[in-house]
C-alpha cells in the first residue's frame, strides 16, 4: 500500500491517512476504512489523456 495525496483528508471521518491498495486498485482510508475511489489506475489513465 502507498500514501496518495490525490484526497487530503476522509470526509468521513476527516483522517488524513489516505492510502492506495495496489491489489484492489483503490484508495481508502486508513483509519475507518472508507474507499474513496475504485479503479484508482484507469483515473490516472484518463487524467493523463487530459
Do not use: A, K, W
Amino acid at each position: 500500500m502507498q500514501h496518495t495525496d490525490l484526497f487530503e483528508e476522509c470526509p468521513e471521518c476527516h483522517s488524513g491517512h489516505i492510502l492506495y491498495d495496489h491489489e484492489h486498485d483503490e484508495v481508502f482510508c486508513y483509519d475507518c476504512g472508507l474507499v474513496l475511489l475504485r479503479n484508482y489506475s484507469f483515473y490516472i489513465f484518463i487524467e493523463d489523456m487530459q
